[in-house]
């Protein structure tokens, strides 16, 4: 089995799909490349908000906790001890701001395709969207995952982490080899996969039906929003414990 032909194969893939358009998008052009204005902002947004609350709650802590530091402890604590599960006691510590970084990143931006006031700020074509129901952000997610579950294998055991791939049997190698690259594949298209059919789901029923019919299925989509995001940094943890591990 060619194990090479198929890698460029399923990178070729991805390249291609990265142009599926589903909808309207309004695009600017920089230099001799065209960017999803859309995505940007609203990404710019979920970065203003992470930032800015982060700020103002951190910037003078109290003795006796606000509610807003109360909130932000109780979310580092579920980061804390979501990362410990996946990667271990011991190991866990530097990467937790990595874990917590993507969760709370995937988590706002989810939120913000269905809470975001679109129609605040009128784009040319098309409206605001949660950035990760467009391939390209789910990808530009997984990537940094998959670099770092290799960073922690390679830093840990050195070169003798990709004796893995030959274990238990060598006529392993090829599947072995393919399991890594389908790990940022599955990672990327569940998220992306997921977020946009809620988002369609309730465009239609919008269209279809008076406007507070589908407030039921719009808080269903807030609460499979907020799962995306713990499945997504739960596996993201569990490939890095995986890869310093040794084991599957």
Not at 43 to 55: F, K, R, Y
Not at 114 to 123: D, G, H, Q, S, W
Not at 128 to 136: F, Q, R
């Amino acid at each position: 089995m060619s194990v090479l032909p198929c890698s460029i194969n399923t990178l070729k893939g991805i390249y291609d799909l990265s142009g599926v358009e589903v909808g309207q998008h309004f695009y600017w052009q920089i230099g001799g490349f065209q960017v999803h204005a859309q995505v940007l902002i609203t990404s710019w947004v979920v970065i203003a908000i992470l930032l800015g609350s982060a700020t103002i709650v951190v910037r003078n802590p109290q003795t006796i906790p606000t509610d807003g530091q109360n909130f932000f402890e109780y979310v580092l604590e579920f980061i804390r001890d979501l990362t410990k599960t996946q990667i271990g006691e011991e190991e866990y510590g530097p990467w937790v701001p990595f874990i917590g970084t993507m969760f709370l990143f995937i988590f706002v931006s989810n939120w913000s395709g269905a809470l975001l006031p679109r129609k605040i700020i009128e784009l040319p074509q098309g409206e605001l969207a949660a950035p990760t129901n467009d391939i390209n952000t789910t990808v530009a997610l997984a990537l940094p995952t998959s670099v770092a579950y290799f960073y922690a294998g390679i830093s840990k055991k050195g070169l003798g982490y990709f004796g893995k791939y030959i274990q238990p049997t060598p006529i392993l190698l090829p599947i072995n080899i393919l399991e890594d690259f389908t790990k940022p594949l599955s990672l990327s298209f569940r998220l992306f996969g997921n977020i946009l059919a809620d988002e369609l789901v309730v465009v239609v029923l919008v269209s279809l039906v008076p406007s507070l019919v589908p407030i039921p299925v719009m808080f269903l989509g807030l609460f499979t929003s907020g799962i995306q995001a713990l499945i997504f940094a739960t596996l993201a943890a569990a490939y890095i414990g995986e890869s310093m591990e040794g084991h599957h």
